[in-house]
């Protein structure tokens, strides 16, 4: 029997689900988002911004695929032009979510990620695709990309473009078989390493 796949814009009801998605993408990353002191877990802190109703991780920036009514991956993505709006409201709401001291030990902590070259003028940004352990290799990932670059036509944009570990190997091989090409390389904190990735979209 075959399996029906679906894609839809992501909901607030989702946001469980798509915090471990993402935290899947952000790797050690993700652990920046835990607070000890106040309670917050990576995964509950995401999964409270993915609910808000703006922001770089709201849910009105992503987009779900799922098998048989189950969702099983994430897209979120945005044209650069929205990201200084998207990143001041993500502020807003982290200071409206931990309070003033602990956003102060949250902008301690995220300092290194600071300095990432994400995005340029003109181009579409995938902040985030990711498909569980159990459904990956199986194209979804790749429909979620094709996606990607189909909204990226719908705002007149000619570049799709998104970050990915420098030890990502698997993810590395899947974005330059779809076409795209790094065209920077950087460190975080001078230790883990990044790649820019930006595919020209015809």
């Known amino acids: 029997?075959?399996?029906?796949?679906?894609?839809?814009?992501?909901?607030?009801?989702?946001?469980?689900?798509?915090?471990?998605?993402?935290?899947?993408t952000m790797g050690k990353s993700a652990d920046l988002f835990a607070d000890v002191e106040s309670g917050w877990t990576s995964e509950k802190l995401i999964s409270t911004l993915f609910a808000c109703s703006s922001g770089r991780f709201s849910y009105q920036v992503g987009t779900m695929i799922e098998v048989d009514n189950s969702a099983i991956g994430l897209l979120m993505s945005y044209p650069a032009s929205k990201m200084i709006v998207l990143d001041l409201i993500t502020g807003r709401n982290l200071l409206s979510?931990?309070?003033?001291?602990?956003?102060?030990?949250?902008?301690?902590?995220?300092?290194?990620?600071?300095?990432?070259?994400?995005?340029?003028?003109g181009e579409y940004y995938i902040s985030n695709v990711s498909v569980l352990p159990d459904f990956q290799g199986n194209g979804y990932g790749t429909r979620l990309l094709t996606f990607a670059?189909?909204?990226?036509?719908?705002?007149?944009?000619?570049?799709?473009?998104?970050?990915?570990?420098?030890?990502?190997?698997?993810?590395?091989?899947?974005?330059q078989r779809?076409?795209?090409?790094?065209?920077?390389?950087?460190?975080?904190?001078?230790?883990?390493?990044?790649h820019r990735m930006v595919k020209e979209l015809a």
Do not use: W
């Open 149 to 175: 670059e189909g909204q990226a036509r719908k705002s007149n944009l000619k570049k799709c473009s998104l970050i990915v570990d420098e030890h990502n190997d698997g993810a590395i091989r899947l974005y």
């Open 97 to 121: 979510i931990l309070g003033i001291r602990a956003m102060i030990h949250f902008t301690k902590r995220m300092s290194p990620m600071m300095n990432v070259h994400e995005v340029e003028r």
């Open 178 to 194: 779809l076409g795209y090409k790094i065209v920077f390389s950087g460190k975080l904190n001078g230790e883990s390493g990044y």
């Open 1 to 24: 029997m075959t399996s029906r796949v679906s894609i839809r814009p992501a909901r607030p009801d989702d946001a469980r689900i798509a915090a471990s998605l993402i935290r899947l």
